[in-house]
């Protein structure tokens, strides 16, 4: 069975950085897109960003692109998200998430629900 677990998040002032990280165990890491959600208390869970599994093709939604950075390293199963310029607007419980699969279309690794395993999630709150 694969397990994500997650790290990083916490506080932030707008306009400051962090970075989650994500470890997948279980299964062949190189055997999974990887994404990132994130939900704000009550509203939906929304894409942020995704990676193909060798890292050549990421995707992001239009209110992180260019703020935002996916990355993976396939030697330590790891998926990253450094998130700079944050703004209050992204303050949700931010998840990862895994897709089986190497050929995954750009619609597909959009959709939180074509998702086989999702990590424990963490808070990520920005300050004004």
């Known amino acids: 069975q694969v397990q994500l677990v997650q790290s990083g998040g916490g506080l932030a002032q707008a306009g400051e950085s962090l970075k989650l990280s994500c470890v997948f165990s279980?299964?062949?890491?190189?055997?999974?897109?990887m994404g990132w959600f994130r939900q704000a208390p009550g509203k939906e869970r929304e894409f942020v960003s995704s990676i193909s599994w060798n890292g050549d093709h990421t995707y992001y939604a239009d209110s992180v692109k260019g703020r935002f950075t996916i990355s993976r390293d396939n030697t330590k199963n790891t998926v990253y998200l450094q998130m700079n310029s944050l703004q209050p607007d992204d303050s949700a419980v931010y998840y990862c998430a895994a897709l089986l699969g190497s050929a995954n279309t750009i619609a597909t690794m959009r959709v939180k629900a074509e998702y086989d395993f999702w990590g424990q999630g963490t808070q990520v709150t920005v300050s004004s």
């Open positions: 279980g299964r062949t890491f190189v055997s999974y897109a």
